[in-house]
Every structure is written in structure tokens, then in C-alpha cells.
């Protein structure tokens, strides 16, 4: 039998705690799956979510809190029901019941932990779906609760679930609010805290400086644990959104070794597989985003660890992390879909590393253009990464073109008459005519002069 919610409403308002929690927890199971709302009701849901939250703030039993905001959780869904939930009273509110209100001097009594999930699911989504909300819990300084117990995630009283939630939120916030990606980031010291987070959740030990490993050397080669890579993923997400400009501005010397100690434990998320190949590609895919917005100079740490048995050696350097970030590219490539969301970033990436680092630059040279010996088929003709490559550079999305042109034109060191030979004129004169090259010479990159030596072929086909 469908449930009265004027009833409910009505035991609510009678204000007895024990008669409200059933019919609350009697509401909330009838609900539980329902995730769209009608018009129908509307009203009432609005009368009963602002009952709920005045109840929420009298002095009642775990049981009851639990109930009550699991009703506002529910509630919560409706994107026309919010206004209740949306008030500064309502999110202080909830933020005590998360245990992250902000105030200053005082420690408030830790809630009961099942409390604390359901109230930060609760901020969730009323974070999410609506603005005041977000600006209220900005001006309530909720993510400086939220950072505070981030520092202690080394304290396995904490469950999964409170830890996983406390970064949701932070990277709702940071995502939703510049104000509070920019206190994170400065005030709060952001980077610092999520990367020693980092170095926590994936239990971690240096072997050198720029290089580490798994703490328990028996974990050596397994998958990442399932709760650790969900946790890891949300914290790269947040780090991804207070690091959007950094990449573009100057660093100094001190900025420069926290990112250095960042990117070492990229490498790590890089060379590391979750649990299943889709997780293991999502993982890497917040990895290569990340990746891409740290300070070039930083990204030699990449290189940095030495050859070892079963290593890919490169003129002398560990190339294991540049292959994945080629095999990674490779594999967005054969997939041709929404090429600018997963593609773009990982040939940004290469190209920006090829353009500093020579050992990179040769490296993927000879694995993107190998000496010229298929002269009778046209340059995006075939399935090498060279010919998947030059096909992008005709491609309808303007970015997914010119990323793949940029990075092409970097192996070719920025030489116009090697960027034809390996691409085609055709295909070439999109960035040619760019960057005023169409007469030929070269890029404004500096590169070392080492000479394209032509295969026999290539010299056979070649006008004469």
C-alpha cells in the first residue's frame, strides 16, 4: 500500500521521537529506490524536508539521526526539492551531524560514524545538483572540517566510507567553487596534504628519492585493493582540480620538489593496474590528466628511476613510464570516441615531455616514426601509430587535430620538410599554415642537430 506522506508529516510534527524515526524509517524504505520525482507531491516533499532538518537538530538517538537523514538523502534527489537543505541553518547542520562544521576553538563531540556517512551522502548531493548550497558551504568554510580530518588518514578508525566521502565532497567543492579550489590549494597547503594522502592510501615506501614502492613488498605485482583505488582515484580528481593552472605559471624552488615528490608517485599510479582492465584504465586516466597538469620541468622524475631487469632501456634511461603513456595513447586511439575527453590529455602529455626531455623525444620518435620504408601507401594509410596518428590531423574536432599534428610535429623537432615526409603535405598544412611555415623551415623549438637519415626506399621514392 503506498504511504501517506501527509501522514508522515503529521507524526513528524507531533515532535515524539520514537514515532517519528518509524515513520520516517517506514518512508525511507518505501523510497529507497526511487531516484525521479513527478510534480505530484512536490509541495509536501518540500513541507517534510524542512520538518526533517528542524527535527535533525533536537538532541536525538544515533537511530533516529540516522533516520532522519536518510529521509533527507532521499529528498535530496529532487532537483526541485532543494531549497530546504539549501539554507546556511540546514548545511551547518548537516556539516556537524559529518563532523566537519568549522568553528573556531571548539571541538564538537564526534558523531556515531554511520551518522557521519549518511550526512555527508546528504551533502553530497544537495552540493551537487544545487548553487546555493555550494555558496553556503564555501562561506561556512566546510572544506576546512573536510581537510582537517583528511589529515588523518592514516587513522584506521576512520572506514572506507567516511574517507571516501570526505574527498567526494572536497572534490565536489573544488570542482563547483573557484573560491574553494584556490583556499585548498594556498591557504590549506592542498597539494602537500593530498599527496602525503596519496602516499597513505596506496601504503607506500620511498627506495630513493623520487622513487617508491608498495610498503608490504608482498604486495609487489598484485592489483591495487578495490577500496584504496576508489579512495586514490577521488584524491588525483581533487589534486587534478587545485593544480588546472599550474603547468602555465612559473614555480618556484620549493613548488618545484613538492611536484618532483607528486609526480614520483604518479609513476607509481602509472606502472600499477586496479582491479579489472576498465578500473586499471579509469585509474590511469585521472593519472595522465594530473600528469599533464604539473610543471614540465617536474615531469623528468618519469625517467628518473634506474634500469632494472625487465626495464624498457632507452640510451641508458628507464623509458618503462613513457611506454605506458604510448600504450595508453595507443589504446584511446583504436576506440574513435569522444577523442578530445580521452585523448587529448595523453598526447598533450607526450608532446610537452618530448619537447624537454631528449630521451623522450628519440624514444617516441622511434617507436611513432620509425625510419620511412611503406612508401607506396599515403601517410594515414594503415594501422602503425603513425598512420592513426596523421588520420587525426584531418579529424572534424579542431583540438583532437591540432594535438596530433603538435605532437608529430615535435618528434619531427619542429622541421617542416620532416613533418611533410612523414605526413603528407595534405595532411600537413593545417598546422603549416598556423604557424606561417608553409614556405618551409623550421619551429621556434630548440633541438638538438642530429640529421633524419633516409631509408633506401624512402630515397628510391623520392622526387628527383
Known amino acids: 500500500?503506498?504511504?501517506?506522506?501527509?501522514?508522515?508529516?503529521?507524526?513528524?510534527?507531533?515532535?515524539?521521537?520514537?514515532?517519528?524515526?518509524?515513520?520516517l524509517q517506514a518512508f525511507n524504505k518505501?523510497?529507497?529506490q526511487c531516484f525521479t520525482f513527478d510534480g505530484d507531491g512536490r509541495v509536501e516533499r518540500q513541507r517534510l524536508g524542512k520538518l526533517v532538518i528542524r527535527f535533525l537538530e533536537r538532541d536525538l538517538q544515533p537511530s533516529c539521526q540516522l533516520a532522519c537523514l536518510e529521509t533527507i538523502r532521499i529528498l535530496s534527489r529532487d532537483k526541485n526539492c532543494l531549497e530546504p537543505f539549501a539554507t546556511p541553518q540546514a548545511i551547518q547542520t548537516l556539516g556537524r551531524h559529518a563532523g566537519i562544521e568549522h568553528s573556531e576553538g571548539v571541538t564538537s563531540e564526534i558523531p556515531d560514524v554511520e551518522v557521519i556517512v549518511e550526512a555527508l551522502k546528504c551533502l553530497c548531493n544537495i552540493v551537487f545538483n544545487s548553487p546555493s548550497a555550494q555558496e553556503?558551504?564555501?562561506?561556512?568554510?566546510?572544506?576546512?572540517?573536510?581537510?582537517?580530518?583528511?589529515?588523518?588518514?592514516?587513522?584506521?578508525?576512520?572506514?572506507?566510507?567516511?574517507?571516501?566521502?570526505?574527498?567526494?565532497?572536497?572534490?565536489?567543492?573544488?570542482?563547483?567553487?573557484?573560491?574553494?579550489?584556490?583556499?585548498?590549494?594556498?591557504?590549506?597547503?592542498?597539494?602537500?596534504?593530498?599527496?602525503?594522502?596519496?602516499?597513505?592510501?596506496?601504503?607506500?615506501?620511498?627506495?630513493?628519492?623520487?622513487?617508491?614502492?608498495?610498503a608490504d613488498k608482498g604486495d609487489e605485482g598484485l592489483p591495487l585493493p578495490r577500496q584504496e583505488t576508489e579512495r586514490t582515484m577521488e584524491i588525483l580528481k581533487i589534486l587534478f582540480n587545485i593544480t588546472f593552472d599550474t603547468s602555465r605559471r612559473d614555480v618556484d624552488e620549493e613548488e618545484a620538489a613538492l611536484y618532483r615528490h607528486l609526480c614520483a608517485i604518479l609513476r607509481f599510479c602509472l606502472m600499477s593496474k586496479a582491479d579489472g582492465e576498465d578500473r586499471t584504465e579509469e585509474f590511469h586516466s585521472h593519472t595522465v590528466n594530473l600528469l599533464g597538469n604539473l610543471p614540465l620541468m617536474c615531469l623528468d622524475v618519469l625517467l628518473t628511476p634506474k634500469v632494472q631487469q625487465g626495464s624498457i632501456e632507452y640510451m641508458g634511461v628507464n623509458m618503462d613510464?613513457?611506454?605506458?603513456?604510448?600504450?595508453?595513447?595507443?589504446?584511446?586511439?583504436?576506440?574513435?570516441?569522444?577523442?578530445?575527453?580521452?585523448?587529448?590529455?595523453?598526447?598533450?602529455?607526450?608532446?610537452?615531455?618530448?619537447?624537454?626531455?631528449?630521451?623522450?623525444?628519440?624514444?617516441?620518435?622511434?617507436?611513432?616514426?620509425?625510419?620511412?620504408?611503406?612508401?607506396?601507401?599515403?601517410?594515414?594509410?594503415?594501422?602503425?601509430?603513425?598512420?592513426?596518428?596523421?588520420?587525426?590531423?584531418?579529424?572534424?574536432?579542431?583540438?583532437?587535430?591540432?594535438?596530433?599534428?603538435?605532437?608529430?610535429?615535435?618528434?619531427?623537432?619542429?622541421?617542416?620538410?620532416?613533418f611533410v615526409k612523414y605526413t603528407g603535405y595534405g595532411n600537413a598544412a593545417g598546422l603549416l599554415a598556423a604557424r606561417g611555415l608553409m614556405c618551409g623551415g623550421r619551429g621556434k623549438g630548440r633541438y638538438s642537430e642530429d640529421e633524419d637519415t633516409d631509408t633506401e626506399e624512402y630515397r628510391e621514392a623520392k622526387p628527383k
Open 1 to 23: 500500500m503506498k504511504m501517506d506522506l501527509n501522514a508522515v508529516i503529521e507524526t513528524v510534527e507531533a515532535g515524539y521521537q520514537d514515532a517519528a524515526m518509524m515513520a
Open 30 to 32: 518505501e523510497k529507497c
Open 136 to 214: 553556503v558551504g564555501a562561506e561556512l568554510r566546510l572544506i576546512v572540517g573536510l581537510t582537517e580530518r583528511l589529515k588523518l588518514c592514516k587513522d584506521r578508525n576512520w572506514s572506507h566510507e567516511v574517507r571516501f566521502f570526505d574527498l567526494r565532497l572536497t572534490f565536489l567543492f573544488t570542482a563547483l567553487r573557484v573560491d574553494v579550489r584556490g583556499q585548498l590549494a594556498h591557504e590549506l597547503r592542498g597539494v602537500s596534504l593530498l599527496s602525503d594522502a596519496l602516499e597513505s592510501t596506496l601504503g607506500l615506501r620511498w627506495l630513493d628519492t623520487f622513487e617508491v614502492a608498495r
Open 321 to 418: 613510464a613513457v611506454s605506458m603513456l604510448l600504450d595508453f595513447m595507443d589504446r584511446r586511439l583504436d576506440r574513435e570516441h569522444k577523442l578530445k575527453e580521452t585523448l587529448t590529455p595523453s598526447l598533450n602529455l607526450l608532446t610537452e615531455s618530448a619537447r624537454v626531455h631528449r630521451e623522450t623525444r628519440k624514444f617516441l620518435r622511434m617507436k611513432i616514426l620509425p625510419p620511412l620504408r611503406d612508401v607506396k601507401n599515403r601517410p594515414e594509410v594503415g594501422n602503425s601509430l603513425r598512420n592513426k596518428l596523421v588520420r587525426l590531423m584531418t579529424h572534424i574536432d579542431t583540438d583532437v587535430k591540432h594535438c596530433a599534428a603538435e605532437l608529430l610535429f615535435v618528434l619531427c623537432k619542429e622541421s617542416v620538410s620532416r
